[in-house]
T-cell receptor, first 115, second 114 residues
Framework: ETGVTQSPTHLIKTRGQQVTLRCSSQ?????VSWYQQALGQGPQFIFQ???????GRGNFPPRFSGLQFPNYSSELNVNALELDDSALYLC??????????????FGSGTQLSVL | KNQVEQSPQSLIILEGKNCTLQ??????????LRWYKQDTGRGPVSLTI?????NTKSNGRYTATLDADTKQSSLHITASQLSDSASYIC?????????????FGPGTRLSVLP
C-alpha cells in the first residue's frame, strides 16, 4: 500500500455533467500531482499542487481544475464532461525538497466513464 | 520534444522464464529514470529509480540497467511469476519531483502464462 487513497474508485457520468475526484496524500508529503491515463497508454500529466498552489500544468483545458487543502489532500474537478474524458485518473503524492530522486507514490485511481 | 518509447508493446512468456523490456528516451535535462509496475486498474508502483551515474539497480527479481550515453534503459525480470503480469512503465524525470518533469512511456504489457 502506498498510503495514497483516492475516491471514488469508479464513477459513471453523462456528457456535460461535472465531477469531483478526491485524493488523500501520504503523510509527510507536500505535493500532489494528477494524471489522466487512457486505456493502453501511459499517464498524462494534468497539473500539480505544491503547498496549496497550482505549480505546473499539462496540456489540459481550463475545465480541468483542482484544489489542495492545508492537510495536502487534493481534489480534481472536471466541468462539462466529454466522452474523451473517460479514463483512469491517478493521483500521486511526493515530497518536494532537496533531492530529485524521491519516490512518487500513486493511488489506485478513479475509473471515470462518461456516457 | 521530450519522449519516452518502450518496446515491445506487449509480451507473452511462460512462468519461470526471463524477459527484458526496453526503454529509449530523449528527455533533456535528465535527472533520473524510473520503472513502475502497474496492475490493471491500479496505480503504478515504483520498482527502481536510477540517476545518471548508476548503471544498474536491482529490486528482487527485477534488475534495471541504464546507459545515459545512448539514453537507453532495460528492465530484466528473472524467473517470472504469474503475479508479474502487468504493465511496466518507464518514466524519465528532468528535475525535482514536479509532475511536469516526469515523462511517461506508454508501457509494455507483460502476460505470464502457466
Amino acid at each position: 500500500e502506498t498510503g495514497v487513497t483516492q475516491s471514488p474508485t469508479h464513477l459513471i457520468k453523462t456528457r456535460g455533467q461535472q465531477v469531483t475526484l478526491r485524493c488523500s496524500s501520504q503523510s509527510g508529503h507536500n505535493t500532489v500531482s494528477w494524471y489522466q491515463q487512457a486505456l493502453g497508454q501511459g499517464p498524462q500529466f494534468i497539473f500539480q499542487y505544491y503547498r496549496e498552489e497550482e505549480n505546473g500544468r499539462g496540456n489540459f483545458p481550463p475545465r480541468f481544475s483542482g484544489l489542495q487543502f492545508p492537510n495536502y489532500s487534493s481534489e480534481l474537478n472536471v466541468n462539462a464532461l466529454e466522452l474523451d474524458d473517460s479514463a483512469l485518473y491517478l493521483c500521486a503524492s511526493s515530497f518536494v525538497g532537496g533531492a530529485t530522486n524521491e519516490k512518487l507514490f500513486f493511488g489506485s485511481g478513479t475509473q471515470l466513464s462518461v456516457l | 520534444k521530450n519522449q519516452v518509447e518502450q518496446s515491445p508493446q506487449s509480451l507473452i512468456i511462460l512462468e519461470g522464464k526471463n524477459c527484458t523490456l526496453q526503454c529509449n528516451y530523449t528527455v533533456s535535462p535528465f535527472s533520473n529514470l524510473r520503472w513502475y509496475k502497474q496492475d490493471t486498474g491500479r496505480g503504478p508502483v515504483s520498482l527502481t529509480i536510477m540517476t545518471f551515474s548508476e548503471n544498474t539497480k536491482s529490486n528482487g527479481r527485477y534488475t534495471a540497467t541504464l546507459d545515459a550515453d545512448t539514453k537507453q534503459s532495460s528492465l530484466h525480470i528473472t524467473a517470472s511469476q504469474l503475479s508479474d503480469s502487468a504493465s511496466y512503465i518507464c518514466v524519465v524525470s528532468g528535475g525535482y519531483n514536479y509532475g511536469q518533469n516526469f515523462v511517461f512511456g506508454p508501457g509494455t504489457r507483460l502476460s505470464v502464462l502457466p
